[in-house]
């Protein structure tokens, strides 16, 4: 029957991310209330796990142009130029805005030195040319969220509703309403009372992160499914490149500790990857014979190297060797990693570091311009979830954080410019807008959903991941096909669950990264397809847009 509450704010934000909390902050400034809806605790997210840090020019021997050029060096030939010039240049008026928020980056007097103390210490990571990467530590990521969080209580006119998971967009083409298509709200789900209720707004921003779970091994924790692609390619808005995922060549590989990173900036300090022969072998390095940059090339270069060379040998992991530090640098620099080294029974400062790839990191998602507009009129996208073109075929380290940062401003500038219009134009509210239950009943078949979450991830992990060939994109189609249409089945014949929420969008967004793999016919940046050839990445090259037919 239909249910419950209605909700009415000026703004809703989805996700309590990096992205989310400043899309809160820059909207909640015009005055008008905003609402952030978020899945778990307010710091459940990708943010809040950041090690390495945010990318900007802070460095007078560092320029705009430089970061730019990495920038879509590493995007291999698919960047959108003026996103990444509109958001390298925003950088540092974003950065000095956290800082007067209350953030605190590690300045090199942190690290001892007397000379320069109050620069700050800027980190290397792979594909970078300069040192321009600031970081908190080795837990960015949980400064700024703690910064964010805190702005974001303190704003009288934004109400964080914990445990809601929004479940679909409403939209007038939902409704057939007629006109175009156009965001009204969304429909969640208060996890706690298992009620779906009504949130109207004039506009909505998605800031759901990432999808890693989508893969059987990643680094991302467990609220990062994809929900936001799902739900906005649900309302017909353009989902684009998500053939783009990048798997991080380092988690620690452990038997208990699961999805733990170690950073990048280790191999900027140094440390060099290392493989064995055999099991009785000394390890010895391996990354000569792939890049000139050795253990600092791309990502994409370094797992793909990574995931070879462990076929070649048989071996289940690979080795960081970051040795030539002493106890007490690596316990300056890299407090977190080094006790959770430790807790592993490693010392990094005496033992290798057993790693594996695993995936970290989507570069497609909702296609916007560097403002964050989706294709659908009112519905905005900030943050992993979003496809600005900043990253084209492969992300440039520490640049997510940087254009979360960045396009939720724009965003939130967009919005605001933008609020009369989208308010005399939204269309009444129907009494149409309740959420249907119909005929569901409660499931007795939870079985079903812990099934179908385990096959998607990993055949996702075995025919779509590292390693792609057609014949193995084929088979992950022809199965995913059946799941979800076994999941749409089970969808709307019992009552809505979070398990189940999360199953349906893992699910088309599985369709969705298989759907753009299967229509690029050629190898480039993150998406090796052995069947293809890389081809030059000057060569003109077009982004993978899928849209549903409404
Ligand atoms: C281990 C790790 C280390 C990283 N290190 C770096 C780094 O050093 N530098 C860098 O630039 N990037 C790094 N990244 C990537 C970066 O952290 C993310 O890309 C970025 O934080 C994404 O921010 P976001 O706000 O878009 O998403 P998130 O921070 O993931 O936030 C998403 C939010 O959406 C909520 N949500 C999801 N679905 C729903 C739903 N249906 N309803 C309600 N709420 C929902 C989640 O609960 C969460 O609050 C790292 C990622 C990981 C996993």
């Known amino acids: 029957m239909a249910v419950s509450e209605t909700l009415q704010f000026d703004h809703i934000v989805i996700g309590s991310g990096l992205a989310g909390l400043c899309s809160a902050l820059h909207l909640a400034e015009s005055g008008r209330s905003v609402a952030v809806l978020t899945k778990r605790e ?4 990708n943010s809040r796990l950041a090690q390495g840090g945010v990318a900007c020019v802070i460095d007078r021997l560092d320029s705009f142009d430089e ?17 990444v010039r509109a958001i390298v240049e925003e950088g540092p008026a974003r950065i000095k805005e956290l800082i007067e928020l209350g953030a605190k980056f590690t300045t090199k007097g942190d690290l001892g030195s007397k000379t320069d103390a109050d620069s700050f210490d800027l980190g290397r990571e792979g594909g970078h040319h300069k040192r ?11 400064e700024l969220e ?3 969080i805190e702005a974001v209580r303190a704003k009288p006119n934004i109400t964080v509703f914990e445990f809601n998971v929004a479940v679909d967009l409403i939209t007038t083409a939902r409704l057939d309403v007629g006109g175009p298509n156009r965001c009204l709200g969304a429909y969640v789900l208060d996890v706690k009372s298992g009620a779906i209720r009504t949130f109207l707004s004039y506009s909505t921003t998605i800031a759901c992160g990432g999808a890693g779970k989508v893969y059987l091994y990643t680094s991302n924790p467990d609220v990062a499914c994809g929900s936001g692609v799902a739900m906005a390619y649900r309302a017909g808005a353009k989902i684009a490149n998500m053939e783009f995922i990048q798997f991080h ?3 620690l590989y452990h038997p208990t500790i699961r999805s733990f990173l170690i950073s990048e900036a280790l191999r900027g300090e140094g440390a060099v990857l290392k493989c064995r022969e055999s099991r009785t072998a000394e390890p010895v390095e391996f990354m000569q014979k792939y890049h000139p940059m050795k253990s600092l090339a791309p990502r994409d ?24 530090l002493d106890e007490a640098a690596l316990r300056l620099r890299f407090p977190n990693i080094f006790e959770k080294c430790l807790e592993a029974g490693i010392n990094m ?8 790839p695993a995936a970290h990191f989507s570069c497609g998602g909702i296609k916007t311009d560097v403002n964050g507009v989706s294709s659908i009129m009112g519905l905005y996208a900030v943050g992993e979830c979003g496809c600005t073109g900043l990253h084209g075929a492969n992300r440039l380290a520490s640049n997510s954080l940087l254009e979360a940062l960045v396009v939720s401003k724009f965003s939130a500038d967009d919005i605001n410019s933008k609020f009369e219009l989208f308010k005399k134009s939204r269309p009444p509210v129907a009494a149409a807008l309740n959420w249907m239950t119909g005929n569901a009943t409660d499931s007795d078949e939870q079985i079903l959903i812990a099934h179908n979450w385990d096959e998607i991830r990993r055949f996702m992990w075995d025919y779509v991941g590292i390693y792609r060939t057609n014949k193995r994109l084929e088979r992950a189609k022809n199965r995913i096909k059946l799941i979800r249409k076994e999941i749409e089945k089970y969808y709307w014949d019992f009552n809505v669950t979070a398990d189940l929420v999360e199953l349906r969008n893992i699910a088309t967004v599985a369709e969705l990264i298989i759907d753009c793999a299967l229509s690029r016919h050629e190898s480039r940046g993150l998406h090796y397809n052995a069947d293809y050839p890389y081809l030059d990445p000057d060569l003109e090259c077009v982004d993978t847009v899928i849209q549903r037919n409404l």
């Open 132 to 142: 321009r990467i600031l970081h908190a530590g080795d837990i960015t990521g949980a």
């Open 249 to 251: 060549p380092t988690i």
């Open 42 to 45: 307010i710091f459940e997210c």
């Open 67 to 83: 970061h730019v050029k990495d920038t879509l060096t590493a995007g291999a030939g698919l960047c959108d130029k003026g996103a």
């Open 146 to 148: 703690r910064v964010m």
């Open 349 to 356: 400062a005496k033992d290798l570091i057993p790693v594996v």
């Open 301 to 324: 270069v370094v797992a793909r190297a990574i995931d070879s060379e462990m076929k070649r040998t048989g071996e289940e992991c690979v080795y960081l060797d970051i040795r030539h």
